[in-house]
């Protein structure tokens, strides 16, 4: 979950670090500018773009292969929103293969990058800015989000639309790559959470409940202090892909903490997220 809860028990793991601990994490921080490229990495080209939705004008990073048709892939940042970081791993991303639109989840209310140097989650300005914007993020705008997004992919010159899509989403993107996957059902075939927060809720409409209406295979990487929190979520998951007939691989990263697949972040954990980040590429080969 991405909350103040979240915040201090971050804070808290990082105060706990060792003085060598922390310069290790540090250092892995330091290299996160400079993620390796991956074997045979395609050259990629980048734009800024904008698009139509329901309720706007919506602003997004988009990277993909400089020649050639490519599958789509829809990304949905943390609570942070679309910053450095995303656009980073979006270009990395479309080096193997697929052609990314990573969307700024709170173009209703900001635009563009919104924090300031030195500003992160863990300080209570930075939520309370973000607060009232994440608010207007509702299962239903969403939804609308999602059908606006691949309608502008689809008409990408470097997007092969006859081929099945993925989606990715990190923190409060997770439970958004879930509720696309079961909206567009014949478009996304693969689908991945990386520390989502609210994947099992007791609402009618909580996201492992839409699972049944989904055609996507999934990754769901877990992490160590969010599954302290709600242990069971794992479980609810598994029963539900398997209830669904669907391929979905769950799992507890020990010791990586909410967060840690995001380079630069406080808490990123470079091998951790290199491992995820390889079942990622290992899922999409698979299901696009």
Excluded at 177 to 194: K, Y
Aim: hydrophobic share 45%.
């Amino acid at each position: 979950m991405c909350d103040e809860l979240t915040a201090a028990e971050n804070e808290k793991f990082l105060a706990n670090l060792s003085r060598r601990d922390f310069g290790a994490l540090a250092g892995a921080a330091g290299l996160a500018a400079m993620l390796p490229a991956p074997a045979n990495a395609m050259t990629v080209k980048t734009r800024d773009v904008t698009f139509t939705t329901p309720d706007g004008t919506a602003d997004a990073y988009f990277a993909a292969p400089t020649s050639g048709k490519h599958p789509a892939v829809l990304v949905g940042p943390d609570v942070m929103g679309l910053r450095p970081a995303f656009r980073q791993m979006g270009e990395r991303l479309a080096q193997s293969g697929y052609a990314v639109l990573t969307i700024n989840p709170f173009y209703r209310s900001v635009k563009g990058e919104f924090l300031k140097e030195g500003e992160n989650f863990g300080m209570p300005e930075v939520r309370a800015r973000i607060g009232p914007w994440r608010a207007l993020l509702q299962p239903d705008a969403v939804v609308r989000d999602a059908i606006a997004s691949f309608a502008f992919i689809d008409k990408q010159a470097e997007v092969d639309a006859t081929r099945g899509a993925g989606t990715t989403g990190y923190c409060m993107g997770g439970p958004f790559t879930m509720r696309t996957a079961a909206a567009l059902p014949g478009r996304v075939r693969a689908g991945a959470s990386f520390h989502g927060g609210g994947l099992v809720t007791p609402a009618p409409d909580s996201p492992h409940r839409l699972i049944p209406q989904m055609q996507a295979s999934y990754l769901v990487a877990i992490a160590e202090n969010d599954d302290q929190r709600s242990p069971d979520d794992k479980t609810a998951l598994r029963a539900a892909f398997e209830a669904a007939k669907l391929e979905a691989e769950i799992e507890v990263y020990a010791g990586a903490m909410h967060g840690w697949t995001v380079p630069g972040g406080q808490v990123y954990n470079q091998a951790q997220a290199e491992k995820a980040w390889a079942r990622l590429l290992a899922l999409f080969s698979k299901a696009l």
